[in-house]
């Protein structure tokens, strides 16, 4: 951490100040020129509270050099993060496709498509029980009863069932999901990453609209700083101001991870686009770049689907995207799992 | 809502889709021309989902014409909504400058902060007992004892309290709070919004970190169709490519908001700016373009202060931008409300 | 400036980038810690490359501390700049006001509404002859002819008079322009910049769509560097993902910038909102916040101007804005000029 | 292009704006509801100034359907445009990949890079001999001397010549470049986009810093509509909040792009992250979606780069991303194009 002092600083303050950085149990080195004063602090500054430093008056701007987080960090953990999902593996040299509609709406519809993406060779089945809508008017998701259709479609497929919790309160009735998905808006919902924290169950973790990389990590971290290691990352796309797409997919983000974390990491290109076109290309070019798994909203029936119809695949159009996917998959050495 | 059909559409698509948009119970007007077809909605469109309509394969866009949420709406309540928090009224024609520091870190801090905030003219107390921090190795706040702290402050001045909730299951810690804060984190916790909508609590409402203004008003939609209509909107600071502030104050909310809704509107240039040297200045911008409140943060030693120190004021800055406030406050007709 | 060294950095790469650094005349302060390793660069850094020196490979990061601009530095010119336009004062004790339509169109429309502004209290005029368009469709101004308006407008209201550039090569028709306004979109067209850095004139400089403060500040210091001092700044709304307004007007960069620089500083609520209803609530906001222009658009109909209607107000609204302007500036201790 | 009424607009008012808009030669047709009324205007609508139709009193708001630019349009030319380069097709089945030096800096160093590129694969030559810089106090560039470098360059390897223009001024000098690039600052800088639409030359245009796809694709139509039909898009990261990247790179254009316009695109990955070791597998990612060419910076020597080093390839590493990018290439179907 380098904390570059204002200008007329006295000694004393200064010297106060390096006493009162005593406390975080690292060194303090001063560097003095014409203009400028700095401080350099060295060891482990994770528990330096930024903030508290910057509020100091003598204190110009401080910079943050290590990281603020440990358990994600590769630098402590070099090795990839490979979590194991009913014999699947994400994280590791498999390519994961978690695909199923947005809402889980009927059980009829869940378990159809449930079928058809397990024909057409997706690996793991998504479904929005509890659905986070921007109006209070739209329909917010079956909830416990989705949860249960869910669980049949496993029955009936095999595929391991991935599904979003909105709300701490709700954690019981995960118990028996095999990912639970913490959505963008909960994506800084700290009271339910601790919760998921002490829970022994994967958890795939959304960026925020806003959120910056580092605070996808911070997030990760609550949860494994409560004793849950098993998080997967998922980029879905970011707030800007464009317009022709919902968001922004930073694919960029994927190689930029890996650098700084051992986690597993996820693309969303349904969400990313919002445009049922674009997904194929964006999933083609996210497996080229190296994500370990992809999510791809898939409808039996996207003219009726009762949300996100003009992001969804038919069966069809899913199982032609798979087709490339498969064979791209194989192309870069990560070639999609075997069901079954 | 306007809905712009492809280039080709079959006359046989377009009165399926006519007909499918009767289940809304509004009336579908179709305009031809040669280049394109559209079909106005005419009706109460409220409950129609745009997702659905966007999702059908003729569709090549839709826009909603009539705002998507009627409780906030101005145009069905065009009175100003004046909320009563003991004796002191939030939307109306005096100014409630709501003060106090970040964290409740200590009661003698809480306390001796909330004397000082009140001799200056403040009008309310906040103070946060949750709080939501970015990484988990920083203060989380004193949570229950914290809210106890408050309500002695409470009792020693009589201004009322107002702190931030983080999660539904913490809703009882708040009976006795005035107003319930709800941050810009989960501004759009939808679980939260409508645990706060079955209160008969005043809810302070923050716009997100890279929320709309429709989102803001959608949110509060959803406390609203729940039953409480107490909701007040909080501008903090949106989230841009700028970092020379936190964030970007967007003041121009106030008077577009004002045109929207019949809802008061508080400004924080605290979180908005992240700088002191900001907070008065933007604090006397806000009551000159119209807001119902201010949020500012004060704390007796910002440079121990546990969070946020470098946007607190100390008292007696605080002091001598009450004294402005106040003066501004007066000439624009909207006069800081009197204590006691 | 602060340089982090990667891990593994051995001392022969050390010492070597130290001697490397000697040519900026910069000394060099190594910090050695158990992580990680700094070297703080005291002296005048605002000639050292900060990208040479990122690419350096066992450079982890580099943090200015010093501010990369000197001319437009207010450590090193504590003074405001006063900038006088035909005797009227741009960074001083009173406000002025620079009113007038979008694009000139006629001689009568723009001789009108110089004659309705004056009237109303508006002591510069603004109007466009070279107009940036979105669509090459659009009108692109009356150019040279539109300039000879503007003339005759001086010539019939004494209103000094401020139009905007768009190429170097149309440089020789501003000889007789009082203000040279670059648009947001030129903010950072460099080679314009440099050019006007050699001419005499004031050149109001805007922020571009999506440029930081410090851009801004770098665009000034290109123009001063070449010996023209006289720049006032203009912040006309940023880009970011709200829809509602057109930009979004960010009032803290008054008081930011004031703190940074001794230019002086215009506020364009016209551009920034988009939308006439906004424009008084914002320029009242301006006023108290400490800017020392504000730009307005005005029309005598707007409903039949070619560009921009939507912001203008008419000379009555005009006139309205006025009032309230004039006694807030009043009563914030910078009152409107006096034109005569 | 939809009309959407205000409330309690008279019949009168709009059959004033029904009969004011036919001067556009579009067929007006009124859909009249309960709580609204809309106008659609039918025919060709480019050349309706959405502004003008905007500042009407009775307008609430208008929505495009029809894009606004038409030579660039994919709907009215459905065939892919192929640019020839020197042989080199652009846009067509072949990959171009043109890399070289962010700046030409030395002869020695342009020529040397040139053959280290051209051995590894490269298919152009990039180089910037006019540098856009933030700071007027960094290297500018060479100017006529980088110009001619780059001739002996293309001399010596058959390379053809790919390098920035900043001024319409310095036209000349581009007479016998290959392809004439504008960076992201003069994006919209429409008198050199218009001048470039009376040369006869390839220009590669990059989207601007903030700019939408729409507003490239009308500076597109600004160079077209001159009568220069060559024009190739280029996404080169845009910019967000996030700061661990340059910029974000936005790959779904790729494919939304080609949906919108027969424009050969281009992915600069460079300039994209800021960051060398994200270039190879962003350069891969862009060939698996689509992109027809590739720009990226390979320096001989990036530690002693006069600009971008900390983005920049060696010549190694630019040899080992031409071979996995000749393999993706070849894999997808749209090979890079062969030198001699």
Known sequence: MVIVLKDGASKKQIDELINWLTRFEVKSNLVEGVHSKIIGLVGDTTSVDIESVQAKEIVETVKRVQEPYKNANRRFHPEDTVIDVRGRKLGGDRLQVIAGPCSVETEEQTIKTAIAVKQAGATMLRGGAFKPRTSPYAFQGLGKEGIDILKKARAETGLPIVTEIMDVSDLDLFEDVDIIQVGARNSQNFTLLKALGRCDKPVLL?????????????????????GNSKVILCERGIRTFETATRNILDLAA??????????????????????????????????????????????????????????????????????????????????????E
Chains 1, 2, 3, 4 share one sequence.
């Open 254 to 339: 994927v190689p930029l991870l890996k650098q700084k974390t051992h986690l597993p990491i996820t693309i969303d290109p349904s969400h990313a686009t919002g445009i049922a076109s674009l997904v194929e290309p964006c999933a083609l070019a996210a497996t080229a770049i190296g994500a370990h798994a992809l999510e791809i909203e898939v409808h039996i029936d996207p003219e009726h689907a009762w949300s996100d119809g003009a992001q969804s695949l038919t069966p069809e159009q899913f199982a032609a995207t798979m087709e490339k996917l498969r064979s791209m998959a194989e192309f870069v050495g990560r070639p999609v799992d075997i069901t």
């Open 206 to 226: 959304k960026r925020g609209l806003s959120g910056t990389l580092q605070e996808l990590l911070m997030s990760a971290e609550y949860i494994m700083s409560e």
